[in-house]
């Protein structure tokens, strides 16, 4: 097995430092160190990378283009390990940490706004949230459970079903005219904001109804429901989405429903787990709670 060419935690922060400062002395005074500390750990740096990675002259100090390149991956290295050893200074001997793997708009608008009174009802639970619209992999991502749309199937997986999520079309109300939409073929003219994460979602809502669209895939573009929910908001043109997604500002008049036709879900909201850790208390009792906040509340009105 090849040796990792591992730079000592000093020496990134010696090279950070006088990167920014583009001076060993004020580096040295920066960190508490000797100045001739500096120098050597920065020698033992460029001797470790086999680069230099600054230019020395009698104007002073400046990155090679090797010291430009790795001063962003040092940054970012001493930023994670600081955040890390932030999270650990907050840890609890009795905690337990649950990692949750959420699609960013159901994160957004249904279980971050319910997730209080899991906290409250465990306190010893430590729960770290991701979103990523891509599918997670549950066996390689060191996720304890996952929160997704599609059809309940994942490899090594208990997949446990929450509910459908019919699709609707929404805008902010001065965006239709006074009269209302007459036609589909109107409500085509208006703006079509279009969701990276379902790009088909357009014309298929079309198909349903018998239409064929001229371009159902012209508009502003945006990467997730969360963000085209925005975008109708501040009327950029009709979103189509889950309907549970728009249920607040629906309710609060931000948004109107812009066409009465709500498309079956082809597919449903599910909470899964590897199917060996079922039996571990923290994912045990995440699985309960939103299986019971999905059958309590009626996301689908």
């Not at 508490?32 to 230099?52: G, H």
């Not at 009174?117 to 066996?139: C, E, S």
């Not at 088909?200 to 997730?224: H, K, L």
Request: include cysteine; charge should be neutral.
């Amino acid at each position: 097995m090849q040796k990792r060419v591992m730079p000592s935690m000093m020496a990134l922060q010696c090279f950070e430092a006088v990167a920014r400062h583009m001076s060993f002395t004020l580096a040295a005074q920066d960190l508490f160190l000797t100045q001739s500390a500096i120098s050597k750990q920065i020698a033992q740096l460029e001797a470790t990378v086999c680069q230099a990675l600054f230019h020395r002259s009698a104007r002073g100090l400046s990155l090679t283009p090797a010291g430009r390149m790795y001063l962003g991956e040092v940054r970012s290295i001493l930023n994670q390990v600081d955040a890390s050893a932030r999270y650990v200074m907050g840890y609890g001997e009795a905690d337990e940490t649950l990692t949750i793997a959420v699609q960013p708009t159901f994160g957004i608008t249904w279980l971050v706004p319910r997730l209080r009174q899991f906290l409250q009802a465990y306190p010893h639970i430590q729960v770290v949230t991701k979103g990523d619209a891509r599918p997670f992999d549950l066996m390689q991502s060191r996720i304890d459970v996952s929160l997704f749309y599609g059809d309940g199937s994942l490899p090594g997986a208990d997949c446990h079903r929450l509910f459908e999520a019919d699709v609707a079309v929404v805008c902010a109300p001065d965006i239709l005219p006074a009269a209302g939409l007459a036609s589909l073929a109107a409500l085509e003219q208006l703006p079509l904001v279009q969701c990276s994460f379902r790009p088909e979602i357009w014309r298929d809502w079309f198909a349903c109804q018998g239409f064929v669209p001229v371009d159902a895939y012209r508009g502003p573009r945006f990467d997730t429901f969360s963000m085209c929910l925005q975008a109708a908001q501040e009327g950029i043109g009709l979103a189509i989405m889950p309907r549970m997604f728009a249920e607040q500002a629906l309710a609060q008049g931000r948004l109107v429903q812009a066409w009465p036709f709500v498309q079956p879900s082809d597919g449903a909201y599910y909470v899964a787990h590897a199917s060996h850790c079922a039996a571990l208390p923290k994912i045990r009792h995440f699985v309960d709670w939103v299986r019971a906040q999905a059958q309590a509340t009626q996301p689908l009105a």
